[in-house]
């Protein structure tokens, strides 16, 4: 009996490459895309120049990088953020439906093996 095609790839289904893609994510992306990102502050530093503070933050699961600037007044004026290789699409395959992000990572973590379960169930 072969194995049924998760819901999130049979979504992706007209955009092979897309879901090839979403496929081979890992956990780590998977996670971030799903429940957003784990940001825990790396380094602060205050730009005189444009009279900023510069928070970094960094995700604790994917490595992902954003830089939050804050006014004097503890006003946030914007964000920057550096991505992790492959955790985006590449160009021209167009965007990740969430849910099918949603219940591709639901179903990876449905299918892995969990400590102390047999494999037979």
Same mark, same amino acid.
């Not at 072969?2 to 780590?28: C, F, M, N, Q, V």
């Not at 996670?31 to 120049?49: I, T």
């Not at 985006?88 to 099918?100: C, E, I, K, Y």
């Given at each position: 009996?072969?194995?049924?095609?998760?819901?999130?790839?049979? /979504?992706?289904?007209?955009?092979?490459?897309?879901?090839?893609?979403?496929?081979?994510?890992?956990?780590?992306? %998977?996670?971030?895309?799903?429940?957003?990102?784990?940001? #825990?502050?790396?380094?602060?530093?205050?730009? =005189?120049?444009?009279?900023? #503070?510069?928070? %970094?933050?960094?995700?604790?699961?994917?490595?992902?990088?954003?830089?939050?600037?804050?006014?004097?007044?503890?006003? /946030?004026?914007?964000?920057? #953020? =550096?991505?992790?290789? @492959?955790?985006?699409?590449?160009?021209?395959?167009?965007?990740?439906?969430? =849910?099918? /992000?949603?219940? %591709?990572?639901?179903?990876?973590? /449905?299918?892995?093996?969990?400590? @102390?379960?047999?494999?037979?169930?």
């Amino acid at each position: 009996m072969a194995t049924p095609k998760p819901r999130a790839l049979r /979504i992706l289904g007209d955009s092979p490459e897309l879901a090839s893609w979403a496929e081979s994510l890992p956990d780590a992306f %998977l996670d971030c895309r799903n429940f957003g990102h784990a940001w #825990y502050s790396a380094d602060v530093r205050f730009d =005189s120049e444009q009279r900023l #503070y510069l928070t %970094l933050l960094r995700c604790r699961r994917c490595t992902a990088d954003r830089t939050r600037r804050t006014n004097e007044f503890g006003g /946030i004026e914007g964000n920057a #953020y =550096s991505l992790p290789d @492959g955790y985006l699409a590449p160009s021209g395959m167009g965007t990740v439906d969430r =849910s099918a /992000i949603r219940h %591709l990572a639901d179903m990876r973590h /449905i299918m892995a093996p969990r400590k @102390g379960r047999r494999a037979d169930g």
